[in-house]
């Protein structure tokens, strides 16, 4: 059974920074995209970012653009989420999850949906406080 293993979450001041890790237990998942949720108390999950399985092709919502920056290690089946610039609205779990197609768009629409994303970490806790 795949499972995806987050770290890095805590607690930060606004304007800090914090980095996020996220590996998968099978190796196979190098070929896949991956994404980043997130869900504050009280919302609904909501889609941060994703990135292709060659690592090309990476894809933000306005909401972290310019702020957050996602990158991969294929050899180490892990995927890195930068966190700057941290504004207390950016508290929430986050959650990695994998899409074994590869790609982060299609010719219609990005792939931003929970739905397209069927692999699922457990969650890590960002909080962003002074």
């Known amino acids: 059974q795949v499972q995806l293993v987050e770290s890095g979450g805590g607690l930060v001041q606004p304007g800090g920074s914090l980095r996020l890790s996220c590996a998968a237990s099978?190796?196979?998942?190098?070929?896949?995209?991956w994404g980043w949720f997130r869900q504050a108390p009280g919302k609904e999950r909501e889609f941060v970012t994703a990135?292709?399985?060659?690592?090309?092709?990476?894809y933000y919502a306005d909401s972290v653009k310019g702020r957050f920056t996602l990158s991969r290690d294929n050899a180490k089946n892990t995927v890195y989420l930068q966190l700057s610039s941290l504004k207390p609205e950016d508290t929430a779990v986050y959650y990695c999850?994998?899409?074994?197609?590869?790609?982060?768009?299609?010719?219609?629409?990005?792939?931003?949906?929970?739905?397209?994303?069927?692999?699922w970490g457990q969650g890590t806790q960002v909080t962003v406080s002074s």
């Open positions: 099978d190796r196979t998942f190098s070929s896949s995209a």
């Open positions: 990135i292709s399985w060659s690592g090309v092709s990476t």
């Open positions: 999850a994998i899409r074994p197609g590869g790609t982060v768009y299609t010719r219609h629409r990005y792939y931003t949906a929970e739905g397209d994303y069927p692999y």
